[in-house]
């Protein structure tokens, strides 16, 4: 499926227009400072993303999307389900640019990225994480359904790893 829409979002791939605002998006250190030190690149890491997204959609039948708030056509950032080998599972991630926070589009977004994977295409275990001082990262995990199980080391970090099992 190449979108998702809920009432107050798109969820699409990103394209190349998008790129500038992601990188901008990317480039701001109140927003990466969450996100594993393996990502903390800088506006780069949006080139990137964008490229290999596309492939992995591609390989695997998902990747995260853009956000894009449906009202006003903006770029808000991503979510959506990205595999990762460690956990044997792929991982629901988000990240959104600070004007949007706080108003519950991560949950949003990240709530239809695990519906997605679950239904559509059947997965049977979905990943999360967060550093512990980010409350508002793991309460979205948790809204989506994910139980906390465990600390990990990952990329260097200390985080708290959730997962969540299909039915």
């Known amino acids: 499926m190449s979108q998702l829409e809920t009432d107050r979002l798109l969820l699409r791939p990103l394209e190349e227009g998008d790129l500038p605002a992601y990188r901008a998006i990317w480039g701001n250190p109140n927003i990466t400072k969450w996100l594993s030190s393996s990502e903390r690149f800088g506006s780069e890491v949006a080139d990137r993303a964008f490229h290999v997204w596309g492939k992995r959609r591609a390989e695997r039948g998902y990747a995260p999307w853009a956000i894009i708030h449906r009202q006003s056509d903006t770029l808000m950032g991503h979510c959506g389900l990205q595999w990762v080998e460690e956990f044997e599972a792929p991982e629901v991630l988000y990240m959104l640019d600070e004007p ?6 991560a949950t949003e977004a990240a709530l239809t990225s695990v519906a997605f994977g ?7 275990k979905i990943a999360g994480m967060a550093f512990e001082e980010n409350v508002a990262s793991c309460r979205v995990l948790e809204k989506c359904g994910l139980s906390r199980k465990r600390p990990i080391k990952f990329h260097g970090d200390d985080l708290i790893y959730y997962e969540r099992v299909g039915t």
Request: hydrophobic share 45%; glycine share 24%.
């Open 100 to 105: 949007w926070w706080g108003e519950g589009y």
């Open 118 to 124: 679950l239904g559509a295409l059947r997965l049977d």
